[in-house]
């Protein structure tokens, strides 16, 4: 069977000893809402897709993509690919022997996605999310270039307890969401999450410990960002954490969970990246290690706690020019 993305499938007809055990949609534009259900056999996308309305898929469906194709849900497109445990939907390579980057991946600009109890393995970007509230759970991103990428997105409503395994990038962020430490890494290239759009411009919790959050640009704090105890923040080559006057950085690890700011450079030395400014007011730093940076932390604002912490292997520790009156808490080793 041969078709295009104007009707629905549904999973009553059956398929038998054929050549290509697929049914092969060659046109692949759905610009109505459609509902595929057809388990039986994979749907092989030779073409790619084109979502501009909503294509909904059932438990249990498997879409092949032809080579050097994608998926590619517009504005006015989604995707709700929801499985079940027992019934997961996979989006692979149709190459009989697939490697990394076969295909491109789901490159989704709506709104709405739903990827839950999903597979997604062998593509360049397995879902490249650049619209808005997409949920992302309970879903397996297996060797990809990059897993799942949304630096782009300017919402995400969901996003929990995915495994990313074998990636070259497991996942790139901005700052428009909180981070959870449900999503499991496991034998990828980079073994951190990437974060190449570190502008925090609403309040903002990260609580992910598995891996380091790598800050590629630095960031810029222009609300609360909550570091859980057991963070880890890799920051790039000559580049910084700047807390804005108006941003407040809350870092309270415990003496069992330290809170480390330091240099993502694999061989590090004292001044690879700038180090941590603190502008805004209420910051906290307490069980926090600051290492390899240029200036550890200058402090331009005295409303800031400085206590139980590692300043180590920075050019220089500290600089409090900037704050009158400032002195550091209780507790810090300064090296």
């Known amino acids: ?22 049914v092969t949609c060659s046109e692949g534009s759905i610009t109505a809402d459609r509902s595929w259900a057809l388990v039986q056999v994979p749907i092989y996308a030779q073409y790619g897709l084109t979502i501009e309305a909503i294509l909904t898929l059932a438990p249990g469906i498997t879409v092949t993509v032809g080579a050097d194709r994608g998926i590619y849900p517009s504005e006015t497109g989604k995707i709700l690919a929801v499985g079940t445990s027992d019934a997961i939907i996979t989006f692979k390579s149709s190459n009989s022997v697939p490697a990394k980057g076969d295909w491109y991946g789901i ?9 839950e109890y999903c597979v997604i393995s062998h593509a360049d970007c397995g879902i490249d999310l650049g619209g808005s509230a997409a949920s992302v759970k309970n879903s397996t991103f297996s060797a990809n270039t990059v897993g799942l990428d949304f630096h782009t997105a300017s919402s995400v409503s969901a996003l929990s307890s995915n495994a990313f395994t074998g990636n070259t990038d497991p996942m790139i962020i901005n700052g428009v969401i909180d981070l959870d430490d449900s999503n499991a890494f ?64 809350i870092a309270d690890g415990t003496a069992d969970a330290h809170i480390s700011f330091v240099s993502g450079i694999a061989t590090p030395v004292a ?15 307490d069980y926090c290690v600051v290492r390899h940076a240029g200036t550890g932390i200058t402090i331009n604002s005295a409303d800031f706690i400085l206590t139980n912490s590692t300043l180590e292997s920075n050019t220089e520790s500290y600089d409090a020019s900037g704050a009158s009156g400032w002195t550091p808490g209780v507790g810090n080793t300064i090296e």
């Open 186 to 249: 496991t034998s990828n290239t980079h073994q951190y999450v990437t974060c190449s759009e570190g502008g925090i411009t609403a309040d903002r919790s990260w609580a992910l410990v598995q891996v380091p959050v790598y800050a590629q640009f630095g960031m810029t704090i222009e609300a609360t960002l909550t570091l859980a105890p057991g963070v880890t923040v890799t920051v790039g080559a000559d580049r910084g954490i700047d807390v804005a006057t108006d941003g407040t950085l």
């Open 107 to 115: 490159d989704d600009d709506g709104n709405g996605s739903r990827y």
């Open 1 to 22: 069977m041969i078709i295009n993305g104007t009707i629905d499938l549904d999973d009553s007809n059956t398929f038998t000893s054929n050549a290509h055990q697929y």
């Open 271 to 285: 001044g690879d990246w700038y180090g941590i400014a603190i502008d805004g007011n209420g910051c906290v730093m």
